[in-house]
């Protein structure tokens, strides 16, 4: 039976690789992807939405199909503000999940971070912990929740502080009890969200970083 998927950030660096993956994977015979640019990709089985996430009732009513991809996400920098990164990060990300989950979408999958903690003290860990909390009360069959560390690969925008976390994390890691910490591959974390819909009993299932790598 073909499925069609849905991503919302697919211009990122894991958003990318899951649109990737599934525009070459053959159970899937339609991917719709929402995004605030476009991506520039022709493909037959793609179905392309460049909104405003904001406009929530514009696009509400669009997100529908079998599987959700999250991976929306931007930086402190390049958002402004805490308050407009916890509108991309969080808002845009769960109101597009209620509405999948309204629209009778089955399965989720959200790129999320190690750390994540809905009452840490710290800005980025809460924000993150607070969509993986609040996205397990919708309606979905199954829900995957990935914590990756930093992410390597190519991204279409600069991260300065993320390619120096990379250098230093090559001697961390080395050091005894940091393994956890190492960087991986967006196209791991990827293929991850994918693998952990497909194996996944119904449930709310977080994967922290080690485990990603054997999904």
Sequence with gaps: MSKTAIVIGATGLVGSEVLDLLLEDDRYSKVKVFHRRSTGIKHPKLEEHVIDFGNIAEWKQLVTG????????????????QEQQYTIDYTYQFEAAKAAAENGVNKYSLVSSAGADHQSRVFYSRLKGELDHDVEDLSFEVITIMRPSILA???????????????FMKFVTKIPGLKKYRPIPGRTVAQGMINSLHKCPPGYHIFELDEIFYL
């Design 153 to 167: 690969g190519e991204r279409n925008e600069s991260r300065p502080g993320e390619s120096i976390g990379m250098f």
């Design 66 to 81: 079998d599987e959700l991809y999250s991976a929306l996400g931007t930086t402190i920098k390049k958002a402004g503000s």
